[in-house]
């Protein structure tokens, strides 16, 4: 049990905490705080810290005792701040329960509305106000909720009833309902919610509290929320805070509502306060879809001082926290109340507008600019668009949630949406709307598409954080999601057919369009990166291999070339069967022979590189896969054998038939030419089928390849050395700087290396003094096993720099495939043993501690070794901030992901040093 203060008060223009506390009171607790101490006008209210949700599991799922009383004495200071009291039958006290992490996770866990009402309150509510309808309805929705979130009541069998109550009225809105229908439903609910959890509906406020309480615990391990972490790398560890407030009702009347809105537009950038609002409605009608909402620029004309409260308001929150905010509001009876703020989430290019308009507004500053734009907004702003010159029928318009293009196979349920796209197809979640239960099938999605919810809609606020096209709230559209149906446009569509969607325009167009990569030539995305780099230490290369991929790299601002996997190349037609012919080959003059007729090709490759990469180093990884990977696959061989074996033995019946039957000579003749050719080919399919056999190996991932292949094979490394010198004295000599780095792969030991760097060494200086002239030139290995990374201080010794292999160093670190641990990967996430896939995201417990002693030993041996990363985690944003913090010199990564990482790497520069300024600061104090 945490001996810490576990409850903090908010109201009357004072509060405990404040904003900087989101790690104690969550996100919502803490802004909640800080705008009650800004003088905003806030409900009052209590937070239970995320302690205590982590004492409440940690207890076997039961609230502790100190837990109850700290709740208890801040339910008394809320009461008396309030002027109510909890379960008083004359003024009562409603609250909300509501849930919030450090890391904002909309819609993940559980609240519970309107609590505290029974028998005696709801009479007493309705006395007070005049307004039985209005007290009906807060106990229609308190019980429904409650019923739902804490008992375990079914939520469909809860809105049936609600349906078949307007049907039976003739009726479409809830709020056509009478009270006599409300009371109805109350009385149906609270038994359906008994039936559930075999206990009766409880009545006393106190205990409905703390049942609500435990229930957002609970929430935070429900399935949605674990799915939510998985996917955006959230640690469990931190819980959920739990906020206590004091109710205020949008739904007294048509001159109360509820909204949420944006300081800018989330998916635009654009400086209009943006959301949207119903009357006469709470806060969870607006995101639920249950009336389709007002856009807030209405509320001028209907509310005109409150929508200019509310302007006032919003650019106070933007000033204050130097960010868009997003926020939720409640007008009572003409009088606003604010609910939450908290960073917006937005499309990437929003970002980067909304970013670079507060720079030039002087709201922030350089660095400021650079930290409003994350790395994942960088990466969603290279969303695909339509290819130019189609012609699309549309099918429908609804609203541009979230931007960019999809094309995809309709899926209609979360679960087949997951299953499609596990099959390799592009997929469009199709939804009437979608709620926190479809989070695996929205991420799974290309696109999504749902026939109601507005622009902060659970949909367009999930997609556009995933950067998931979207469309939302498209009226037209007609979804029977048991029979796997869309009808839109005049045309009827099933599961499995084609859709695209346009999430920047809002339209669903018909069957699969082409679609193309964006421009990056975007001055904001230019200027923001340009700012970005002022600010990083890391360097940043590309992992490329053509020469189209090397001018998209240098596109994208890369540094250099930190893998070129030298295998890529040998996989084009022309040269694949001359490789063949070398593994074939029976002795080593054939060998030579064969490896002769590659080294142009390989030439002609490396200079190409030298020459888009304009003087920037060139990293080239010499031979590594092993050598059964150029030839046919073993059961496709044996296949192809057995049928040319059936073939010619059919030939040979065919033969004997025709001389039988005394056919013509040039007929027979024609028969045995084919069957000559036949046994040429059987002879070669056969002999690579004996040599397929002799090279397949049990492991082949820990067999005979990288440096072993050199070793063994040593006119390989020659072969590909002799390559890569003649390429850079011929670029060089054309007056084009050149740097070519040459590694060794998969080094275990400095004796490895120690053979292979004589071998690329001797050959420099044949090709030097038969060129007449040199260039300089670095050998350095990369580590990828964690031998290598124990023993980095010998092989530094022989090595000019390390290239850490994040991909091999994770497999054989772990002792998983990664061509096989997709199979129980998901599994070991979901139960805890790990906090991500380490193949996505760097293991900085394990195969981290491996990178940070061979960094630290290598360097103790060689100082200023040069040392990088040439794995996918190079543009990981969370792995490059282990990488920065680790001392690596650069990361190297896929070119589409260059600037992803050269923000990412702004980011940890600009934080240390932020942090380091914290430190200093406190210091000297």
Known sequence: MTQQRLAYFFGGGRADGDGSMKALLGGKGAGLAEMTRAGLPVPPGFTLTTATCLDYFAAGRRCPDAVDAAMQQALSQLEAEHGRKLGDPQRPLLLSVRSGSAVSMPGMMDTVLN?????????????????????????????????????????????DAISERK??????????????????????????????????????????????????????????????????????????????????????????????????????????????????AQGEDVVAGVRTPEPLERLRASLPEVHAQLAEVAARLEAHYRDVQDFEFTIEEGQLFMLQTRAGKRAGRAALKIALDLLDEGVVDEAGAVLLVAAEHVEQALHKVFAPGQQPLVLGRGLPASPGAAAGRIAFTAEDAVAMAAGGDPVVLVRVETSPEDIEGMHAAAGILTAR??????????????????????????????????????????????ISLDGTAGTILDGRLEMVDPDLDDPALT????????????????????????????????????LCRTEHMFFARDRLSVVQRMIMSEDAAEREGALGELLP??????????????GEPVTIRLLDPPLHEFLPRLAELVEEVASLERAIAAQDAMVR????????????????????????TLAHRRALLGRARALTEMNPMLGHRGCRLGITVPGITRMQARAIFEAATTVAAEGQPVRPEIMIPLVGSVEELTDQRAIVDAVAEEVFAERGTRVDYLVGTMIELPRACVVADEIAAQADFFSFGTNDLTQTTFGFSRDDAGVFIHDYVDRGILTGDPFAHLDQKGVGRLVAFAVRTGRERKPGLKIGVCGEHGGDPSSVHFFHRSGLDYVSCSPWRVPVARMAAAHVALREAAEAAETNGAAST
């Open 115 to 159: 609590l505290g009402l029974n028998q005696a309150t709801v009479h007493g509510l309705a006395q007070e106000t005049g307004n039985a309808w209005y007290a009906w309805d807060c106990y229609r929705r308190f019980v429904q909720m409650f019923g739902e979130v804490v008992l375990g009541a079914d939520a469909d069998r809860l809105e």
């Open 167 to 280: 049907a039976a009225r003739g009726v479409q809105l809830d709020t056509e309902l009478t009270v006599e229908d409300l009371q109805a439903l109350v009385v149906a609910f609270r038994a359906a919610a008994a039936e559930s959890s075999g206990q009766p509906f409880p009545d006393d406020p106190l205990e409905q509290l703390r049942l609500a309480r435990d229930a957002v615990y609970r929430s935070w391990f429900n399935d949605r929320a674990r799915s939510y972490r998985r996917i955006h790398q959230i640690d469990e560890k931190i819980g959920t805070a739990v906020t206590v407030q004091a109710m205020v009702f949008g739904n007294r009347g048509w001159r109360s509502g509820s909204g949420v809105g944006f300081t800018r537009d989330p998916s635009t950038g654009e400086k209009v306060l943006y959301g949207e609002y119903l009357l006469n």
């Open 453 to 498: 919810g507005g622009m902060t809609s659970h949909a367009a606020v999930v997609a556009r954080q995933m950067g998931t096209c979207c469309v939302a709230g498209c009226g037209e559209a007609l979804i029977d999601v048991a029979q796997g149906w869309l009808v839109l446009g005049g045309r009827k569509l099933a599961t499995g057919d084609w």
């Open 527 to 562: 200027r923001i990166l340009s700012l970005a780099d002022q600010f990083r230490r890391l360097g940043v290369r590309a992992n490329a291999d053509t020469p189209e991929n090397a001018q998209r790299a240098a596109q994208f601002g890369a540094a250099g070339i930190g």
């Open 601 to 614: 090709f390989q030439r002609e490759d490396f200079a190409a590189l030298f020459v888009a990469m304009r």
């Open 657 to 680: 038939f025709l001389e039988v039957s005394e056919a013509d000579e040039a007929t027979i003749a024609g028969v045995l030419e084919a069957i000559a050719r036949g046994e040429e």
